[in-house]
Antibody
Framework: EVQLVESGGGLVQPGGSLRLSCAASGFTFSSYSMNWVRQAPGKGLEWVSY????????YYADSVKGRFTISRDNAKNSLYLQMNSLRAEDTAVYYCARRMTTVTYLLDYWGQGTLVTVSS | DIQMTQSPSSLSASVGDRVTITCRASQGISNYLAWYQQKPGKVPKLLIYAASTLQSGVPSRFSGSGSGTDFTLTISSLQPEDVATYYC?????????FGGGTKVEIK
């Protein structure tokens, strides 16, 4: 069974940093590209970042470029999101999500999410 | 960047009603369009991909259509368990974009 479990969320002050993790199981993690998607309280879904299976291709949303860094450790079946210079508008539930196959960018599995709250 | 615009932002309909949600892309995306259902407090669930292909296990009352820039999600007979927010998403590139969502309620 495919499982994605996020962790690392919490309360952080504006300007602070946080590192999110996503532990993957039930599939060959190293063969799949991954994404981070977020959802602010009561708001819609926003794609944040993408990383290919080998980490050779990385993309960021303009809203986080230069502040967030996506990475992965295939040996540990883990995906990460390093978030620096956090702002109030970064407050959201952060989901990791798997790219379905190499021929489509569709997302097929999502984790349960971890809440990040940026507030003083 | 391609923008995805959904309408309406919310709707209220009676059980058994036919419900239609529209999604418009600012540029053509062929059929690289998915629909997700998100119930309160839950993770988004993939309903339809390739604009009209039903994901396994999704009830047949859900259907999708469209290509290019204009797409629709139809619930042929609204059920109480369909209360949720529905999002369209374009996936023709790694830079995914979601629509703003349509909240569906029972009248």
């Amino acid at each position: 069974e495919v499982q994605l479990v996020e962790s690392g969320g919490g309360l952080v002050q504006p300007g602070g940093s946080l590192r999110l993790s996503c532990a993957a199981s039930g599939f060959t993690f190293s063969s799949y590209s991954m994404n981070w998607v977020r959802q602010a309280p009561g708001k819609g879904l926003e794609w944040v970042s993408y990383i290919s299976s080998s980490s050779s291709t990385i993309y960021y949303a303009d809203s986080v470029k230069g502040r967030f860094t996506i990475s992965r450790d295939n040996a540990k079946n883990s995906l990460y999101l390093q978030m620096n210079s956090l702002r109030a508008e970064d407050t959201a539930v952060y989901y990791c999500a798997r790219r379905m196959t190499t021929v489509t960018y569709l997302l097929d599995y999502w984790g349960q999410g971890t809440l990040v709250t940026v507030s003083s | 960047d391609i923008q995805m615009t959904q309408s309406p932002s919310s709707l209220s309909a009676s059980v058994g009603d036919r419900v239609t949600i529209t999604c418009r892309a600012s540029q053509g995306i062929s059929n690289y369009l998915a629909w997700y259902q998100q119930k309160p407090g839950k993770v988004p669930k993939l309903l339809i991909y390739a604009a009209s292909t039903l994901q396994s296990g999704v009830p047949s009352r859900f259907s999708g259509s469209g290509s290019g820039t204009d797409f629709t999600l139809t619930i042929s007979s609204l059920q109480p368990e369909d209360v949720a927010t529905y999002y369209c998403q374009k996936y023709n590139s790694a830079r995914l974009t979601f629509g703003g969502g349509t909240k569906v309620e029972i009248k």
